[in-house]
């Protein structure tokens, strides 16, 4: 039996709420399900609330009301919080993707979390509802 995730896209306002939300989605009030990209990456693989066999939907509702609370400011925001103590090899990479959220271009954060969770899960396991 195929267990099904809700999130609930009217509730996420930024990337931390977002890290609230799936959490209870997975995990129930207070859960954990990540509070970084890698971290949600790594949870998605199974074993951190989602079942080992991997038999599982995440329907995320509201979805367009999450796209804009995770969109360019969002991204831009994320990204100026890594500024500060990304390695000196990384610096350039993140300046030039800060100045593209900054000015409304390139993905933004809801387009990394649908794609890491696209590349991490089964086809057709994320419903954008």
């Known amino acids: ?14 990337l931390d709420r977002f890290w609230d939300v799936v959490g209870e989605a997975v995990n129930g009030p207070g859960g954990y399900f990540g509070r970084g990209l890698d971290a ?8 951190f609330g989602t079942p080992e066999d991997g038999d599982f939907a995440i329907e995320w509702r509201h979805h367009t009301e999450s796209a804009r609370a995770l969109g360019h400011e969002e991204t831009a925001r994320r990204l100026e919080g890594l500024l500060p103590r990304v390695h000196a090899t990384n610096r350039e990479r993140i300046e030039r993707e800060l100045a593209r959220a900054r000015a409304g271009r390139g993905p933004t954060l809801f387009d990394e979390l649908v794609g890491i969770i696209t590349d991490r899960t089964a086809p057709g396991t994320l419903r954008l509802l």
């Open 1 to 14: 039996m195929t267990v099904t995730y809700v999130i609930d896209g009217s509730r996420v306002t930024g």
């Open 40 to 47: 949600f990456a790594d949870c998605l693989s199974g074993g």
